[in-house]
């Protein structure tokens, strides 16, 4: 559903402001996160990981940067902070090997 070819090319652009994006964007690991999804989503899972671990790298670079631990929890509970670390927990959680 949607415009496939159009997501993609946005999120093309994304990527190629990757290097500057802390220059481009309030919140970079937004911009990554939303661009990840939209690579895996359509079935770019390489770059969509890549992307991923850039948003959750990001996400503990600004963590770094609170001086207390209150500052650092509130933070990891914004919504969109959880999400980020969440999925990248998931993407590199070894699979579930039933016996």
Do not use: K, M
Not at 25 to 31: D, K, V
């Amino acid at each position: 559903i949607g415009d496939r070819d159009g997501a993609i090319e946005a999120a093309r652009e994304v990527v190629a402001l990757r290097h500057h994006i802390d220059d481009e964007f309030r919140f970079p690991e937004t911009a990554l996160f939303h661009t990840a999804q939209v690579f895996r989503a359509c079935g770019e899972a390489g770059i969509g990981l890549e992307l991923l671990a850039a948003a959750h790298a990001a996400v503990e670079r600004r963590s770094a940067s609170f001086r207390d631990a209150e500052s650092r929890e509130g933070y990891a509970s914004i919504p969109f902070v959880a999400a980020i670390n969440a999925a990248f927990a998931e993407s590199v959680a070894p699979p579930i090997v039933s016996r």
